[in-house]
């Protein structure tokens, strides 16, 4: 059987499931070990911070990408796609360093380089949908919903924290994600419904 082919049965025939897109599979799989990257900068983040509420929002953001990870894990499985061991040590290893440097580098850059990640991270989830749809496949709009409407949460967890700081601007200007500048085009406010968001970041992902 394929590495990416899942079994299922219609009137009570055995047939095969192609998950025939790489573009899909390699998403899947560097997300997955994204993630873990991700929960460990949170970890060094959070210790990093004094104020007590703080620690608390951004050890909740890494129990999210925990969560991200194991969902992530749950639809790779459904297609038996293997996790990448090339990209779960170059995450881990990034996940540790950036951990490390949040002791190091004071109180604005670890909140800016979040909300820049995150930001970049919700395009991630509305691309696998995209991707799933041209496979026919609609079964994992929901959870692949959630999934980026939570990170862009978090980017606007980060951008709160540092938008009227002195920094930004500059910050922003140098890469290009700010209080004026996003790499998606989703507004919480004005959400669109589940069966409609794969017209999410549907430039960039053509671009």
């Known amino acids: 059987m394929h590495p990416c082919t899942v079994p299922f049965y219609i009137n009570s025939r055995y047939l095969p499931m192609n998950l025939d897109h790489s573009a899909l599979v390699d998403l899947l799989r560097k997300a997955y070990s994204a993630e873990k990257a991700a929960a460990f900068a949170y970890q060094g983040h959070a210790g990093a911070v004094k104020d007590k509420e703080e620690k608390i929002a951004i050890r909740q953001i890494e129990m999210d990408e925990w969560e991200h990870r194991k969902e992530v894990?749950?639809?790779?499985?459904?297609?038996?796609?293997?996790?990448?061991?090339?990209?779960?040590?170059r995450f881990h290893v990034i996940g540790k360093i950036i951990s490390f440097s949040c002791y190091l580098i004071g109180w604005f850059m670890p909140f800016y380089f979040a909300g820049r990640l995150e930001s970049g991270n919700v395009c991630e989830y509305f691309r696998m949908m995209?991707?799933?749809?041209?496979?026919?496949?609609?079964?994992?709009?929901?959870?692949?919903?959630?999934?980026?409407?939570?990170?862009?949460?978090?980017?606007?967890?980060?951008?709160?924290?540092?938008?009227?700081?002195?920094?930004?601007?500059?910050?922003?200007k140098l890469f290009a994600w700010g209080a004026k500048e996003s790499f998606n085009d989703i507004d919480l406010d004005k959400k669109y419904p589940v069966e409609a968001s794969a017209l999410y970041c549907k430039k960039r992902s053509e671009g």
């Open 73 to 89: 894990l749950h639809i790779m499985r459904q297609y038996s796609i293997p996790v990448s061991k090339l990209y779960e040590i």
């Open 130 to 172: 995209q991707y799933f749809h041209e496979l026919g496949i609609l079964e994992h709009n929901q959870v692949l919903y959630e999934m980026g409407m939570k990170e862009k949460e978090h980017e606007i967890y980060f951008l709160g924290k540092i938008k009227n700081k002195r920094m930004l601007p500059f910050f922003e």
